[in-house]
Structure formats: C-alpha cells, structure tokens
C-alpha cells in the first residue's frame, strides 16, 4: 500500500513538473489554474484521507484524545497550501490584480512555524 501511494505521489509531481515546464518555455498558453490541477487532484486525495481518518477516530476516541490526533494539522496544512497556490495562480494569471508578494506568502508564513513546532515536538517525544 505504501508503495503505490509513493508511486501515485511521483506521478503527479511529474505531471506537475512537466505542465510547468510546457508553461515557462511558453510552448503552451494554458491557464496558471490549469497548471496546478495535478497538485490539487493530490490535496483532495490527503484531505479525504485525512477526513475519513478522523471519522474513524471519532468513534473510538472520547473527545479529550480526539484533538491530540495529528490528522487535524493536515487538514491545515493542506488549506493553507491551497490558499498559497490560489493566491500564485491569480497572481500569475490576473497581473491587473496588483498583488503583493507578502500576501502571497502569508498561508506560507503561517504553516511553517506550525509544521516546524510539529516536528520538534515529535522528534524530543519520541528521543525520551
């Protein structure tokens, strides 16, 4: 199972990579929305991922355990990085639009301190 989920993940970062390539050597005029599609095909599978994980945990966990599950940080990330690329993509696409790079980056901003202190909090967990 591992296996095919690293294969699924491979392909369409591939995908991905190889829309943006056609893109930025301007062999193609494709929508910038268009080109993220591969990548938020993926973050639909993680987000039904992580949902039917919860689901499932919500009938075996009281409802103290039940905010300690990690699936709920996932479901963060994967809408702060949709908000990132929906913000790129309108940026790229709308020049009109005038916006700043700093709001383009602030879903970014954000998630990283949260993924960071994630780590660190499991990493000295599970050395002691």
Known sequence: MLMHRALFTWLIFLVFLILLCLRLESRTNWNWFLIFLPIWVYDI???TDALFNILI???QETTRNLFKNKHYLIIASIFLKLAFQIMLCL???HKSLNLQIYHILLPIWILLPLLI???SVTLFKNTY
Do not use: P, W
Request: glycine share 0%; with cysteine; hydrophobic share 40%.
């Open 57 to 59: 945990r919500c009938k």
């Open 117 to 119: 202190t994630d780590i």
């Open 91 to 93: 940026k790229l696409e």
């Open 45 to 47: 599978v993680l987000f």
